[in-house]
């Protein structure tokens, strides 16, 4: 497994998460890295992005404002800090290595996927 995303559970609205994803194969060095989320019964939706530099980064309008994506090269790690969580939050949450070194959007523009992470916010 390249991608290992860690740090999802089960939290009350309003709380905060922190997502970590570990890229064991240490191939995103270059590459822009995102995350994504699928609740039950829906699309796989785009959350959060950053550029390969980590100076460059896109959000969901459902998650503007209340969500922080970050990403350490020296750890080969990503992050999203999740605040002021809600019941609609409730996902599970996937980080993915994009195909080139932009914060893309697109689940399509991205290449290796993690295994996903089950977030569950109660209300």
């Known amino acids: 497994v390249q991608l290992q995303a860690s740090g999802g559970g089960l939290v009350q609205t309003g709380a905060s998460l922190r997502l970590s994803c570990v890229d064991a194969r240490r191939t995103s060095s270059n590459n822009g890295m995102g995350w994504f989320r699928q609740a039950p019964g829906k699309e796989r939706e785009f959350v959060a992005s950053i550029d390969w530099r980590g100076s460059s980064t896109h959000y969901g309008d459902s998650v503007k404002g209340r969500f922080t994506i970050s990403r350490e090269k020296a750890k080969n790690a990503l992050y999203l800090q999740m605040n002021s969580l809600k019941p609609e939050d409730t996902a599970v949450y996937y980080c993915?290595?994009?195909?080139?070194?932009?914060?893309?959007?697109?689940?399509?523009?991205?290449?290796?996927w993690g295994q996903g992470t089950q977030v569950t916010v109660s209300s």
């Open positions: 993915a290595v994009a195909l080139r070194g932009g914060s893309a959007t697109d689940s399509a523009d991205y290449r290796y």
